[in-house]
């Protein structure tokens, strides 16, 4: 699955119960038929029940802030707005200096490509990271106190980074970034807490039926 799926698709699952979603997964073997009908040719795609009908939107961040407005997952302040922004673009930027090693079906290549990001692009791009949540405040958070949408998209990634799916980059990359490490820890907390309360509620909903 796509960084820009996945993510909204784990957003989607912290604001089940607030907002009313449907999460549609496109089969790959349907995507080439769906294609052309996509705004942008490409996923994900958030459709818009309005009064005057359906708005398609394309481009995650755009459906991230959207979704994120109506979940409390994205700030009303102008200014902690603007630093999720940042760090949502900064997810962006990360995630795409992925993309060609992901793409390469050589495996010589790929692993070469592997090599000089694990050695010296991606170590640069979580410095980058880890700049940003120092000058936070180191708060567990990327930008303000609480958990917002860039918080999802870049924990996302980072897992994408350590989990072991790319060959050629170590697991232990994140070890030499403290700030990333705690920030990781945190996230993960406050993600697990949430995802169990919506479970408490809906069992909750369901006794009361």
Not at 51 to 61: F, H, K, L, P
Not at 173 to 200: C, H, I, S, Y
């Amino acid at each position: 699955m796509p960084c820009d799926d996945a993510v909204v698709s784990d957003v989607e699952h912290h604001v089940e119960g607030e907002l009313a979603i449907e999460d549609a997964h496109v089969p790959p073997e349907s995507f080439p038929a769906l294609k052309p009908e996509l705004p942008f040719g490409s996923l994900p795609v958030l459709d818009v029940e309005t009064r005057g009908g359906t708005i398609s939107a394309a481009q995650s961040n755009a459906i991230l802030r959207f979704v994120g407005r109506r979940a409390g997952l994205y700030p009303a302040d102008d200014v902690r707005a603007l630093k999720v922004d940042e760090a949502l673009d900064l997810g962006e930027d990360l995630y795409h200096v992925l993309t060609a090693s992901m793409a390469e079906e050589n495996a010589e290549r790929r692993m070469a490509m592997r090599k000089v990001l694990a050695e010296e692009t991606l170590p640069r791009w979580i410095g980058f990271l880890e700049r940003l949540l120092v000058a936070n405040g180191r708060t567990g958070f990327v930008a303000g106190d609480a958990l917002t949408v860039a918080d999802l998209k870049l924990y996302w990634i980072s897992d994408k980074l350590t989990n072991g799916t790319l060959d050629g980059v170590p697991t232990t990359l994140l070890d030499g970034f403290p700030a990333v490490t705690a920030w990781r820890k945190n996230v993960a907390a406050v993600r697990e807490a949430r995802l169990a309360e919506k479970t408490n509620v809906r069992a909750r909903a369901a006794t009361d039926l």
